[in-house]
């Protein structure tokens, strides 16, 4: 059988690590597939540089649109990231009749509807499983390894570069801005590495594995964010001594109001294996009714992890290429006349607990007054510590726990704490998950 045509947008991290892995693995795919894969045409920015590509063998251009429009080309594999230049590729390679495999987040979380929709009109195939947790089959597990389950709620570290970021401060105390240097280096941050720090990178996954669980819309805009980048050592320090550890989560949850939808640091008990997934390290928790809790861990950045997702994509692509589009998976996992409208909650109708630190006057009773705040909103505390007084300082730290609580009840209390004459400045909160 004749080997299929591939066309690749994008020659970066992600776009050498798939020709490296097509090449190296060659023999092995063709025993999977029973058919080669020829990467036959390139696109990508100093190409001619590029010696990951055979120029005798591929054909090279600085012109992504000659790619798409290559009669040739079947499949078209877009790794250059961003959301207005890859849109319009995408676009028209679909026009063009021709399946596409991205590892492109931001492009799926925001223009997904607008590209399923194209791409069901024109038969093709959509691919996205690079898109989400790098190298782990997430998508694949939930589209159809949970395909018999009702999902109530997914929990993940989904960003490897603040999970770097974290690990690296908590155990090594290092300098943020030096760790993100680091991550960069390694490529494993984005283009523009405030995606990763500020939670937008994690929102743009957490937008498709919610679209995943729940058949809903691609609703990026609903998705409360918040990054990492107030995170202090003193809080990691503070909440590992309480037992916790701070991880960056994204959280869809299903909740009798609506879903859930946000990212955020969390404290979460280091006795979760969520907790000890260090370093550049993704993993995914996922709660539904007949498994229980299933967890997916693996790379979520970096070259080859990722090449691995959009490579076992264009596998996938060319065993389903003959398939009736009825009998295929659908591309959300749902069938599109079925997806469901099911309000997205605003944070403050959220139910989290929080981690709650505070600079309190060293006297007797300002303990007790903020927690008559708290009694008074019906809050109930599972923690207190408090922090010997720095000598010659009159402020004590205070750190407290709280239980599970409606967002917007939290807000009022911490208000009226924060207007108490024995507190000092702004409480911190960081929500925290049990994840039971
Ligand atoms: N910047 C992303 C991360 C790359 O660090 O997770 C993988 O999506």
């Known amino acids: 059988m004749e080997a299929v045509k591939i066309g690749l947008l994008g020659l970066g991290t992600v776009g050498g690590g798939t020709a490296t892995v097509l090449l190296r693995n060659a023999e092995e795919i063709q025993r999977r597939l029973g058919r080669g894969i020829e990467v036959s045409h390139v696109a990508g920015l100093g190409i001619a540089q590029q010696s990951i590509v055979d120029p005798a063998k591929v054909k090279l251009t600085e012109d992504a649109f000659e790619v798409v429009n290559d009669p040739e080309v079947q499949i078209v594999v877009e790794l ?9 590729l995408v676009l028209k390679a679909i026009e063009n009749g021709k399946h596409v495999v991205t590892a ?13 929709k194209a791409a069901a009109a024109k038969g093709v195939m959509v691919s996205y499983e690079a898109a989400v947790a790098g190298g782990i089959p997430i998508i694949k597990a939930m589209r159809e390894g949970l395909a018999g389950n009702r999902i109530q ?59 995943l669980a729940f ?4 609703q990026f805009d609903k998705i409360y964010t918040e990054g990492i980048s107030k995170i202090t050592t003193e809080d990691v320090n503070y909440a590992a001594e309480l037992g916790y550890s701070i991880k960056h989560l994204g959280i869809a ?93 605003p944070i403050e109708a959220t139910f989290t607990s929080f981690y709650l630190r505070m600079n309190a006057e060293d ?18 505390l599972e923690a207190v510590l408090q922090k010997e007084a720095v000598k010659g300082e009159s402020w004590v730290k205070l750190v407290l726990l709280s239980q599970q609580v409606r967002e917007e009840k939290m807000n009022v209390a911490i208000k009226e704490i924060e207007a108490l004459s024995a507190i000092k400045g702004e409480v911190v909160r960081i929500r925290m998950e049990r994840l039971g």
């Not at 250059?80 to 319009?88: C, P, Q, S």
């Not at 492109?104 to 399923?116: D, Q, R």
């Not at 927690?371 to 909103?377: G, L, P, W």
């Open 253 to 345: 949850l299903k909740a009798e109001e609506g879903i859930e939808l946000r990212v955020h640091p969390t404290l979460i008990p280091e006795k979760r294996l969520l907790a000890n997934v260090d370093g550049v390290m993704n993993a995914v928790l996922v709660y539904a009714d007949a498994v229980g809790p299933t967890l997916y861990y693996g790379a979520g950045a970096g070259a080859e992890p990722t090449a691995s997702a959009v490579v076992a994509d264009i596998i996938d692509t060319i065993r389903g290429m003959n398939v009736p589009v009825e009998q295929k998976v659908p591309l959300l996992g749902f069938q599109p006349e079925a997806m469901r409208n099911i309000p997205i909650l």
């Open 153 to 211: 709620w997914v929990a993940g570290i989904i960003n490897g570069t603040g999970n770097f970021i974290l690990t690296e401060m908590r155990d090594r105390g290092s300098d943020f801005n030096d760790v993100l240097k680091e991550a960069q280096r390694l490529g494993y941050a984005e283009a523009d590495p405030t995606f990763d720090v500020e939670g937008v990178d994690a929102a743009h996954k957490l937008t498709i594995l919610a679209s």
């Open 215 to 218: 058949g809903i819309d691609l």
């Open 104 to 116: 492109n987040k931001a492009l799926i979380a925001t223009h997904g509807s607008e590209i399923m």
């Open 80 to 88: 250059i990231g961003g959301y207005t230049l890859a849109k319009d």
């Open 363 to 380: 006297k007797p009773g300002v303990l007790a007054e903020v927690s008559e705040v708290f009694a008074d909103h019906k809050i109930s």
